[in-house]
Structure formats: structure tokens, C-alpha cells
Nanobody, 117 residues
Framework: VQLQASGGGLVQPGGSLRLSCAAS????????MGWFRQGPGNQRELVAT???????NYADSVRGRFTISRDNAKNTVYVQMNSLKPEDTAVYYC????????????WGVGTLVTVSS
């Protein structure tokens, strides 16, 4: 499984961005997809995930500001990020969890989101 993320960039506080992540390869292996992030000096943390059936899960820090969605026909997951704050600055990583819990999680190359005036 390969994950290709896009949509990062520089945005002012209060602004919005949408990240996309397209999966290719053995996509039948994938259950949940989502986003994690790693800010300067921080560990990688959950942002949001969504199951194949469309059930979302959010970190408390982004709930109400970020919306995750998924298009199974396009094998793509999105996260709409609104009301961005400087503390949202991080490298965002797309993630795909396999149905088989014995298999490794898939990760994409990160995309940088910078929230700054």
C-alpha cells in the first residue's frame, strides 16, 4: 500500500487548509485511514481517523475545527482544517490501518502545515 499526501502549506491563524491522501496498491488490505502529526519537539500524535464505514474519531485538540472524510471509490481520505492555530503547525502524516492486526500500519510521506502570520 502506498499513500500519497498533498495539501500542506502556509496559512494564517484562523485560516483553513484541506489535506488529501490517496491510497494505491493493495487497498483491499486497508480498514481505517487517518492523519497523525508531529510538531516541533513533539511526538507524533493522532489528529483524526475514519473507518471504512465512515465513523470518525478526533483528537480533543482538533474536535470541532477539523473534519475528516473518506471517498472509498477514490481510495482517498481528506481532512478539512478550519480555525487553524499556530499550535497546529506540524508535519502531517497520512496513515492506513490494515484489517489484519498482525500487519504493519502504512504511513505516507509527511506534508508540512505551517500556521503563522
Amino acid at each position: 500500500v502506498q499513500l500519497q499526501a498533498s495539501g500542506g502549506g502556509l496559512v494564517q491563524p484562523g485560516g483553513s487548509l484541506r489535506l488529501s491522501c490517496a491510497a494505491s496498491g493493495s487497498i483491499f488490505r486497508i480498514n481505517a485511514m487517518g492523519w497523525f502529526r508531529q510538531g516541533p519537539g513533539n511526538q507524533r500524535e493522532l489528529v483524526a481517523t475514519i473507518t471504512r464505514g465512515g465513523s470518525p474519531n478526533y483528537a480533543d485538540s482538533v474536535r470541532g475545527r477539523f473534519t475528516i472524510s473518506r471517498d472509498n471509490a477514490k481510495n482517498t481520505v481528506y481532512v478539512q482544517m478550519n480555525s487553524l492555530k499556530p499550535e497546529d503547525t506540524a508535519v502531517y502524516y497520512c496513515n492506513a490501518a490494515p484489517f489484519d492486526p498482525r500487519s504493519s500500519t502504512y504511513w505516507g510521506v509527511g506534508t508540512l502545515v505551517t500556521v503563522s502570520s
